[in-house]
């Protein structure tokens, strides 16, 4: 009967740390403290290490799965890593998704400083390095493609401080992980 009171306190203690629904990122083992988020879209991401700090994602904003800021603030501007996750309704590969985007990009105001295939991790990815000359920004975006599904990391900066967040950017982009084997990474 003694057992009773610690086994209620213990109870109530845990829920304390509970998530109102599981898996979603106010819960403890996921929230924006420690740096991990898991994806409804089937990837998962860690910032731990790094000093960005996962933010809120904006409503208002579509497609966008989830952002990080960098602490650092230069001329009161932060860098930024946002993910956004890209539904494709018909049947394409990562070559021609990225072709399409390549050739919005110059209609956007940007010019593309390089663009390349790479490896991350074990995953097939695409990094096209951008700049935009009327504001000065820099931008890498890394794409990576599942099952008609296009994750596109963008980290954005100031030009003249690009590569500095560039570091930190790479390690949370290393980090990504598809939650579910497939054949076709």
């Known amino acids: 009967m003694k057992a009773l009171p610690l ?6 203690t845990l829920s304390a740390w509970s998530a109102p629904h599981p898996g979603t990122s106010s819960s403890f083992l996921i929230g924006q403290d420690n740096g ?4 409804q879209h089937g990837f998962l991401l860690n910032a731990a290490g790094t000093h960005w700090q996962h933010q809120h994602t904006p409503k208002n904003i579509k497609n966008i799965e989830t952002m990080y800021l960098s602490q650092n603030s230069i001329g009161g ?3 930024s890593l946002t993910v956004r996750v890209d539904d494709l309704s018909r049947t394409t590969s990562l070559g021609a998704y990225m ?3 390549a050739r919005d990009y110059h209609r956007f105001g940007f010019d593309i400083l390089n663009s390349q295939k790479v490896k991350v991790g074990s995953y097939k990815a695409h990094m096209i390095d951008l700049i935009h000359k009327p504001s000065s920004k820099q931008l890498r975006q890394v794409v990576f493609f599942r099952n008609q599904k296009a994750v596109v990391f963008t980290c954005r900066d100031n030009r003249q401080t690009f590569l500095k967040s560039l570091k930190s950017c790479n390690e949370i982009i290393r980090s990504f992980r598809w939650a579910r084997a497939s054949l076709s990474n």
């Open 36 to 39: 991990r988020f898991i994806s």
């Open 7 to 12: 086994i209620l306190a213990l109870f109530l």
């Open 99 to 101: 072709q399409k985007w």
């Open 77 to 79: 501007m932060k860098a």
